[in-house]
């Protein structure tokens, strides 16, 4: 089966510029996760999705950032306007039912802020 | 809080030696314990997991014991591979919560 796919690979912009990140999960999975990973750090969750419906977002700077699922399939989160500290890659993740025991996860989109 | 604590890398081993990378966690109630890995290029993948005291999680010949009394998940494999070479994430995911906590992650350099 095809994995999970996530666009573009890597992203170079300037601080103020915005930013969109593009994630087509695994067909038939109603979860999708996307995570942020600074380097020399674990992944950090920012936004899980069920369907199209937001199940937690706690941890995204909603100032900046914003994620959507719109018919419960792609998702794009976008960062308007970045900072230096927004540098980091950025996972996507989708799950059938939300179970850990069959996460997947995308190769990752990596941002650089300049 | 909930967190994971990774030993600090790089760990660079030659091939067919034996492998430890330590991990220790911080949580309430009873989590379930997971490893992940990083492949270069590549998504992170499920590595091995366990869910409740004294199991242990096995996988491509790695192994993790779920340590109750010393809040312990360290990964072992008793002799590594140059494919092997990745970055190890430690992760645990509280009981009752969907969210998974990771540590910091702990690359692995094999040498043939």
């Known amino acids: 089966e095809a994995g999970v796919a996530q666009s573009p690979r890597y992203k170079i912009i300037e601080k103020r510029q915005s930013v969109a990140f593009w994630c087509n999960p695994i067909s038939g999975h109603a979860t999708l996760y996307w995570y942020q990973q600074i380097l020399g750090q674990g992944p950090k969750l920012l936004i899980q999705?069920?369907?199209?419906?937001?199940?937690?977002d706690s941890q995204l700077p909603k100032d900046r950032f914003s994620a959507e699922r719109l018919k419960g399939v792609d998702s794009t989160l976008k960062i308007q306007p970045a900072k230096l500290e927004d540098s980091a890659v950025y996972l996507c993740a989708s799950s059938l039912d939300g179970g850990f025991e069959k996460l997947f996860f995308g190769s990752g989109t990596q941002l650089s802020v300049l | 809080g909930n967190s994971v604590t990774q030993m600090e890398g790089p760990v660079t081993l030659s091939e067919e030696a034996f492998l430890t990378i330590n991990c220790t966690y911080t949580?309430?109630?009873?989590?379930?314990l997971f490893w992940y890995v990083q492949y270069p290029g590549e998504g992170l993948q499920l590595l091995l997991k366990?869910?409740?005291?004294?199991d242990k999680g096995s996988n491509k010949g790695f192994e993790a014991t779920y340590r109750k009394e010393t809040t312990s998940f360290h990964l072992e494999k008793g002799s590594v591979q140059v494919s092997d070479s990745a970055v190890y994430f430690c992760a645990l995911r509280r009981g009752g919560s969907e969210k998974l906590v990771f540590g910091k992650g702990t690359k692995l350099t094999v040498n043939p």
């Open positions: 999705f069920q369907n199209n419906g937001v199940v937690d």
């Open positions: 949580a309430t109630g009873y989590p379930s």
């Open positions: 366990a869910t409740k005291a004294d």
